[in-house]
């Protein structure tokens, strides 16, 4: 598995979700600490190309051998792709969560909703409880 | 809310769990590991090598008497006089009903002398049903869960290890020596829970963290100790069995001797299952879990009681209660995970085998 790391230029959701802004576009993710608090991942269903997601919401799901953990979106938008190569690796979102473990990558409809998201300061401080 | 942590249990071995990085969970009123470097490498670890277990969760009752046979006859579904001095066997625990309290392995010490080996959630009702139906038999029943830590070890290196450790001859499979292991005097028990040749140890708690470290094999969790046992399609109480099911239907009915006369052999006998557990594989997708609902032709007829990943053959597997007419190998079903159908199919027991790696 990785070393703990948190980088800096991405929003953070407190449901340790990640989103990566890209002009109008975003690419979404889990966390270290999410990765870490599941254990291996051995199955991730991704939601459909165009299919709509929603801030605050689940919009798929991540399994462990032991577990099943929600995703939640951290912003509104449609998915316009899915990463593909998670389902035969899916072992990826524990190796390198914030690339090759990327989820979706999502056209936003309020870009707006940026502003309530946490950056990396305050993200690491909500882990800290 | 989870139980406070001062509250549970702790074996013998905690300070190495800790201190090997273990996640430790409540499980059954006890701490125990769950995983140490992950279920996946552990289960691998197992299969391929060998791995090292603390289950000392796990509880024993000691039954000694003139009637010691005669009683365990009565209690116990197998047919206890059939297991020699240094023998083993696999039973299950039923109410007078049939239903099923718990599945035990009995050692026979002596002639007179049997040590019953109890799960940990279960336990203390266990050992109350033997004392309660020990009257009227010249037996002494005792809990003697404090006097044994266990640790299993497990694998095709298992054998290996011990040997390496062992002042004596290792027992063959299905059979106990009494023996000194990395210098204590363990019950060295030829039985497992993983579908992979090793033993069990019977070991005096205080000698546990002594054997643990002697032991060359990968530690292993209770989450890859429910992986292993679910491919080789080894039934958890708990899940694939429980009090409002009854041995026959759990596929169990090769343990029950009714002619033993046991309790619950009268509600048994000629009872003709209208449901039945049953290994399954997917072939779409997906992970089954326990509660997902089985559908034959579309329809919601049956429950998952054990699901996971397997690591070994890379896709979801289960266990289910299938209606007898769903139930033969091949038969396809669909299984209702959270919302998503995924098609599976019956398959026979055991769903890993050997030369499948």
């Known amino acids: 598995m ?99 473990g990327w989820l979706v990558r999502v056209r936003l409809s309020d870009p707006a909703e940026v502003e309530k998201l946490l950056d990396v300061d305050a993200y690491r401080k909500l882990l800290q409880g | 809310m989870p139980p406070a942590t001062q509250t549970l249990r702790r074996t013998p071995l905690f300070d190495r769990h800790r201190a090997a990085g273990a996640r430790l969970v409540p499980f059954a009123g006890w701490e125990m590991p769950v995983q140490y470097e992950g279920i996946r490498q552990e289960h691998l670890a197992v299969r391929t090598d060998a791995g090292a277990f603390d289950v000392s969760h796990m509880g024993e009752v000691e039954t000694s008497g ?28 039923c109410r007078e009903d049939g239903g099923v309290l718990d599945d035990l392995f009995t050692y026979r010490l002596a002639d007179d002398r049997f040590l019953t080996v109890t799960n940990a959630a279960n336990h203390e009702r266990d050992f109350a049903w033997f004392a309660e139906h020990a009257e009227g038999f010249d037996v002494d029943v005792r809990d003697v869960a404090a006097d044994y830590a266990m640790i299993a070890l497990q694998g095709p290196r298992a054998r290996a290890i011990l040997e390496g450790q ?34 069990e140890l019977l070991v005096p708690p205080d000698a546990a963290p002594a054997v643990w470290d002697a032991l060359d094999a990968t530690p292993v969790g209770l989450g890859a100790r429910d992986t ?92 289910a209660y299938v209606p007898v007419d769903a139930a033969t190998p091949g038969t396809h079903v669909e299984v209702d995970v959270r919302g998503k159908r995924r098609r599976a199919e019956i398959r026979e027991k055991p769903l890993y085998k050997k030369e499948d790696g």
Not at chain 1, 67 to 75: G, W, Y
Not at chain 2, 167 to 191: D, F, K, Q, S
């Open chain 2, 166 to 199: 062992l002042e004596g001859e290792a027992p063959a499979r299905m059979r106990i020596v009494t023996a000194r292991v990395a210098g204590a005097e363990c019950l060295v028990c030829g039985t497992g829970y993983t579908g992979e040749d090793g033993v």
């Open chain 1, 2 to 100: 990785a070393e703990e790391t948190y980088p800096p230029e991405l929003k953070y959701h407190p449901e340790h979700d990640w989103a990566r802004i890209d002009g109008d576009e975003a690419a979404f993710g889990i966390t270290w600490y999410a990765q870490d608090a599941l254990g291996e991942v051995v199955f991730y269903d991704p939601p459909a190309v165009g299919a709509t997601v929603t801030a605050n919401e689940s919009y798929s799901e991540v399994e462990s051998v032991k577990a099943v953990s929600d995703v939640f979106a951290p912003l509104s938008g449609e998915v316009v792709a899915v990463n593909e190569a998670l389902s035969d690796t899916p072992e990826r979102i524990n190796d390198d969560p914030y690339g090759e």
């Open chain 2, 228 to 319: 292993l046992r679910l491919e080789v399609c080894f039934h958890l109480y708990g899940n694939d069995l429980s009090e409002d099911r009854n041995p026959i239907e759990a596929g169990l009915g090769w343990c029950c001797k009714l002619d033993t006369g046991f309790v619950g052999s009268d509600a048994l006998r000629g009872f003709e299952p209208q449901e039945r557990l049953v290994p399954f594989a997917f072939t779409d997708p997906g992970i089954p879990r326990p509660g997902n609902p089985v559908l034959v032709d579309g329809e919601p007829r049956g429950v998952v009681t054990s699901g996971s990943h397997s690591p070994c053959l890379g896709l979801g597997i289960g266990m």
């Open chain 2, 66 to 93: 003139t009637d010691a046979e005669r009683f365990l006859q009565r209690v116990l579904s197998n047919d206890v006089s059939k297991i020699a001095v240094g023998g083993a066997q696999y039973s299950v625990l």
